[in-house]
C-alpha cells in the first residue's frame, strides 16, 4: 500500500441528528405551525467487489484490506444529506463513495482534486473528511453547485438573509384563486410585454420560451431573480446559494420533465400533468428550495471542518493546467459518461436564467468543450487525431462499419480523457493516486470496459493499482439511453502516478 493511503477498511458512518428550529421560527418558512424539523438522512449500503489486478498493478502494494475472495464491503446506512441534495444532478458522485475514496487515498490536511467535478460531492465530502479540495468542470452551474454546496454558511447569516428577501418577494406574489385559475389560463404575448415594461424586468433569450415556460411563470421568475441580485448586505457566498436554490426552482417551474437525465425535454407525462390542470407557483418553489437550504446549510455546518479550504473554477480538464499550477496529493473524479448525460442540454434553462449565456451563439461556444457528448461533428480536431490504444481501436474499427457518428463520439470520449489524463499526471508527484469512478457503455448489447480503455490510454503516465465496482441502487443514477449507455454499475479505476 502507497504511504499516502489509509488502511482504513469501512466507510466512516456519519449522521446528523440536530434540527433547525432556529432557521425555521419563521412563520414564513413553516408550512405548519408546530411541525418539526425532519432529519435529512440517505440509508444507503454500496458494496465494492475487487477485479483482478492487472499485469502492471501485480508488483505495487496490496490496496485496502479484502476478504479473502477479493470482496470489499462497507456500511454507510446513516449517511448524512448536508448539502449534497440542493439541485438536482443526474449521475452525481455517490456521496458515501466519494468519502470512502478520500478517506482510502489522501489523509488530513492533504489536498485532492476532483477535475470533473460535476455537482460537488468530493467537494463537500472533502471538507466534512478534514481534506482541502479543488474542483474543476466545462459547465458553469457545474462550478456554482459546488462552490455554493462546498461554501460553510453560517446559519443565522442564511437565515437573516433569506427572511429579508421573502419579505421583500410577498407583495408580488399572486393569490391562491389565480394560480389556481392559471393553471389553464396563461398572458397572451401582449399582456406580458406590458407587464415587464411596467415592472422594468427583462427575460432571458431562451430560444422557444414559451415552450419552456408559461408566459407569467416567467414574469413570477424574472421578480425573484431581481429580487436576489439586488439584496442589499448580503454576501457573496450567500447570493450564490439564494441563486442555486433559484436554479433549482427554474426546472420545477417549467414545462420541461425535472426527471429524465438525457437531456431536456417536454415529455408526454409532464403534458398530461398540463391537460388536467397543473398549479405553478414560483414564489412558493423557490420558498421551499430556500428552507431546504437553510436545513442542509445547518447540517453542513456543524459537519464540516472549519479550517479546511476549497474551491471551484470553471476549467477545461483538457487545459487543466493552464488554471492550475500547484500540485495536489490526489486526484478522486467520477468522469462524464460516454455518451449517457447531455450536461450541456440539460442545463440549458438555467443557464440562461443565471446569465452564464446571453445569446445562443456565445452559448455554442462552450459546447465543443464538453466530454462525453453522443455526437461529435466531424470538423471536431479531434477528428482526424489516429489513436494509439488497442482496445479503442478495436471498438472504433468496428463501430464505423455501421454507425460513424457512434464511432466519432467513442473517439472524441477516449481522446478528450487521455489529453485530461495527461494534464492530471502534471499535477501529481511520482506515486500519487489519481481514482476515476466510471461507467461501461454498451454497444450492440457489448460492453465497452472503460476501464480497460482508460488503463491504455495512460499507460506511459500512470500503473494501475487497483480495480473495483459497485452496483447503482439509487434510480436517478441507473437509467438507460437510446444508445446503449446503461449505467447499472461504476467502476472504480486506481491509477498511481509513474516516477
Given amino acids: 500500500m502507497s504511504a499516502r493511503c489509509s488502511s482504513r477498511t469501512t466507510a466512516r458512518d456519519v449522521v446528523w441528528s440536530g434540527t433547525c428550529s432556529k432557521l425555521l421560527h419563521l412563520a414564513k418558512f413553516a408550512p405548519h405551525r408546530g411541525s418539526t424539523t425532519r432529519h435529512l438522512i440517505v440509508r444507503t449500503r454500496v458494496i465494492l467487489n475487487r477485479l483482478p489486478l492487472t499485469e502492471n498493478s501485480a508488483a505495487l502494494a496490496q490496496g485496502p484490506i479484502a476478504s479473502s475472495d477479493g470482496r470489499l464491503a462497507f456500511s454507510a446506512q446513516k449517511f448524512a444529506d448536508v448539502t449534497h441534495y440542493l439541485f438536482r444532478y443526474p449521475a452525481k458522485f455517490h456521496p458515501p463513495v466519494a468519502r470512502h475514496l478520500i478517506e482510502q487515498f489522501s489523509k488530513p490536511g492533504e489536498t485532492v482534486l476532483d477535475p470533473f467535478c460535476g455537482s460537488g460531492t468530493l467537494l463537500v465530502e472533502a471538507s466534512i473528511a478534514g481534506r482541502n479540495s479543488i474542483g474543476t468542470d ?42 389556481e385559475r392559471r ?19 427583462v427575460l432571458p433569450a431562451i430560444p422557444n420560451m414559451t415552450h419552456w415556460f408559461r408566459r407569467y411563470v416567467a414574469l413570477d421568475l ?7 441580485l439586488s439584496l442589499r448586505n448580503a454576501s457573496a ?29 417536454v415529455t408526454a407525462h409532464m403534458k398530461a ?22 436545513v442542509a446549510f ?3 455546518w456543524e459537519q464540516a471542518q472549519p479550517r479546511v479550504r476549497s474551491r471551484a473554477l470553471q476549467a477545461d480538464a483538457c487545459r487543466l493546467s493552464r488554471r492550475l499550477t500547484a500540485n495536489v496529493d490526489a486526484v478522486i473524479t467520477s468522469p462524464p459518461y460516454h455518451g449517457a448525460v447531455d450536461y450541456y442540454r440539460r442545463h440549458t434553462l438555467e443557464t440562461y436564467w443565471l446569465d452564464y449565456a446571453a445569446t445562443l451563439e456565445e452559448r455554442l461556444k462552450l459546447l465543443p468543450r464538453y466530454i462525453g457528448r453522443a455526437k461529435v461533428p466531424q470538423t471536431h480536431e479531434y477528428a482526424a487525431t489516429e489513436a494509439a490504444a488497442p482496445y479503442l481501436l478495436s471498438w472504433e474499427k468496428r463501430m464505423r462499419r455501421a454507425d460513424r457518428a457512434r464511432a466519432d463520439a467513442l473517439k472524441h470520449y477516449a481522446l478528450s480523457m487521455q489529453k485530461a489524463l495527461s494534464e ?18 454498451r454497444w450492440k448489447g457489448e460492453e465497452i470496459d472503460t476501464s480497460q480503455l482508460l488503463s491504455e490510454l495512460t499507460k506511459t503516465l500512470f500503473v494501475v493499482r487497483d480495480r473495483y465496482w459497485y452496483p447503482i441502487k439509487n434510480r436517478y443514477m441507473s437509467y438507460a439511453r437510446h444508445n446503449g449507455a446503461n449505467i447499472a454499475q461504476e467502476h472504480v479505476l486506481v491509477l498511481e502516478r509513474k516516477g
Avoid at 421578480?223 to 436576489?228: P, Q, Y
Avoid at 400533468?273 to 437553510?294: Q, V
Fill in 138 to 179: 466545462i459547465d458553469p452551474l457545474a462550478i456554482l453547485s459546488s462552490r455554493v454546496k462546498a461554501s460553510r454558511l453560517r446559519p443565522a447569516s442564511l437565515s437573516e438573509t433569506t427572511s429579508r428577501l421573502l419579505e421583500n418577494l410577498e407583495p408580488h406574489r399572486r393569490s391562491a384563486a389565480e394560480y
Fill in 183 to 201: 393553471q389553464f389560463e396563461d398572458y397572451d404575448d401582449a399582456s406580458l410585454k406590458a407587464q415587464l415594461t411596467r415592472k422594468g424586468l
Fill in 222 to 228: 424574472a421578480v425573484i431573480k431581481r429580487a436576489i
Fill in 237 to 265: 457566498p450567500v447570493r450564490d446559494a439564494l441563486l442555486l436554490c433559484f436554479a433549482s426552482t427554474v426546472r420545477r417551474a417549467s414545462n420541461a420533465d425535472p426527471v429524465p437525465v438525457s437531456g431536456l425535454e
Fill in 273 to 294: 400533468i398540463d391537460a388536467k390542470g397543473r398549479t405553478i407557483d414560483p414564489f412558493t418553489l423557490f420558498e421551499n428550495e430556500l428552507r431546504k437550504a437553510c
Fill in 298 to 300: 445547518s447540517a453542513f
Fill in 424 to 441: 492530471i499526471a502534471q499535477l501529481l508527484e511520482p506515486g500519487a493516486p489519481a481514482v476515476f469512478v466510471i461507467g461501461n457503455s
